[in-house]
T-cell receptor
Framework: DTAVSQTPKYLVTQMGNDKSIKCEQN?????MYWYKQDSKKFLKIMFS???????INETVPNRFSPKSPDKAHLNLHINSLELGDSAVYFC????????????????FGEGSRLTVL | GQSLEQPSEVTAVEGAIVQINCTYQ??????LSWYQQHDGGAPTFLSY????GLEETGRFSSFLSRSDSYGYLLLQELQMKDSASYFC???????????FGQGTELSVKP
């Protein structure tokens, strides 16, 4: 059983198209994230949800819209794709301590490699 | 702004010990994590230090000095499979936001 799974693994699409990436975790974690890893391997946080509530929203273009239908799922929809959106997008989840604070341990999915032509 | 500095590349031989340093300047600090990522793979968690001192987990150890805004990852008895990128990451707030360094590419030679 994969702990954090995301689909699709690969996406090749044309500029201007809209695409979605889905993520599911079966770890029972309350917090989920989207990270973007560029060609230089730099990992940058985009969004975070805690129990379906948006808690981190970095300076990401509003073409990117996350949706969390329940605490086990966090999807990412991207409108009007641009060349610069080409990257690997990682979904991750983390547990919280008994006081409700996320730990420093993230569990990452395998990544979704997006190529915009 | 937030900045984490770590060397971009380190090379070592099998069986050796290597230390990857990380210095940070962040708006908040709740702890320092280390992650390993093999080419084409997902980052995987190695360690987390919230308090000063050394944490040991098998061949890997991690150290933190909050007063120096500094930490390191120590890898002992290097194996070929340890060739990967290693990222330090600082948790900067109670909401769990992690800021990652640029990564250190470790090459282990025979």
């Amino acid at each position: 059983d994969t702990a954090v799974s995301q689909t699709p693994k690969y996406l090749v699409t044309q500029m201007g198209n809209d695409k979605s990436i889905k993520c599911e975790q079966n770890l029972g974690h309350d917090t989920m994230y989207w990270y973007k890893q560029d060609s230089k391997k730099f990992l940058k946080i985009m969004f975070s949800y805690n129990n379906k509530e948006l808690i981190i929203n970095e300076t990401v273009p509003n073409r990117f819209s996350p949706k969390s239908p329940d605490k086990a799922h966090l999807n990412l929809h991207i409108n009007s794709l641009e060349l610069g959106d080409s990257a690997v997008y990682f979904c991750a989840s983390s547990q919280v301590t008994p006081t409700g604070v996320p730990t420093g341990e993230l569990f990452f999915g395998e990544g979704s490699r997006l190529t915009v032509l | 702004g937030q900045s984490l500095e770590q060397p971009s590349e380190v090379t070592a031989v099998e069986g050796a010990i290597v230390q990857i340093n990380c210095t940070y300047q962040t708006s908040g600090f709740y702890g320092l994590s280390w992650y390993q990522q093999h080419d084409g793979g997902a980052p995987t968690f190695l360690s987390y230090n919230a308090l000063d001192g050394l944490e040991e987990t098998g061949r890997f150890s991690s150290f933190l000095s909050r007063s120096d805004s500094y930490g390191y990852l120590l890898l002992q008895e290097l194996q070929m499979k340890d060739s990967a990128s290693y990222f330090c990451a600082v948790r900067i707030n109670q909401g769990g936001k992690l800021i990652f360094g640029q990564g250190t590419e470790l090459s282990v030679k025979p």
